[in-house]
């Protein structure tokens, strides 16, 4: 039983900047691996950026040095700084976790609802 919740989502102006977060709760041991997608309208859902349980990160290249992802742990809360936005950043934001369980069978990867993030030029 995990949810994730996602806010800060909205319209911005290209080169503006954005802060979106990610709240896991439920049922969790602890969390290893967390990411952010998004998917544009018509297109595939494709990994942004991805965040270890070490803090070790990695982006895609069509956000590095734009984007930051960062998390805190004892709050099983992902973060994703967005700056210097394009209108080809305009998409469906969603994280994802990996939860270790308590119980055997009832981890795995768990998705947030989504954010609509849209960047006018």
């Known amino acids: 039983q995990v949810q994730l919740v996602e806010s800060g989502g909205g319209l911005v102006q290209a080169g503006g900047s954005l802060k979106l977060s990610c709240a896991a709760s439920g049922s969790i041991f602890s969390i290893d691996v967390m990411g952010w997608y998004r998917q544009a309208p018509g297109k595939q859902r494709d990994l942004i950026a991805v965040i270890g349980s070490g803090g070790s990160t990695n982006y895609a290249d069509s956000v590095k040095g734009r984007f930051t992802i960062s998390r805190h742990n004892a709050e099983n809360t992902v973060y994703l700084q967005m700056n210097s936005l394009k209108p080809e950043d305009t998409a469906v934001y969603y994280c994802?976790?990996?939860?270790?369980?308590?119980?055997?069978?009832?981890?795995?990867?768990?998705w947030g609802q989504g954010t609509q993030v849209a960047v006018s030029s």
């Open positions: 994802k976790a990996g939860v270790v369980p308590y119980r055997l069978g009832h981890g795995g990867d768990f």
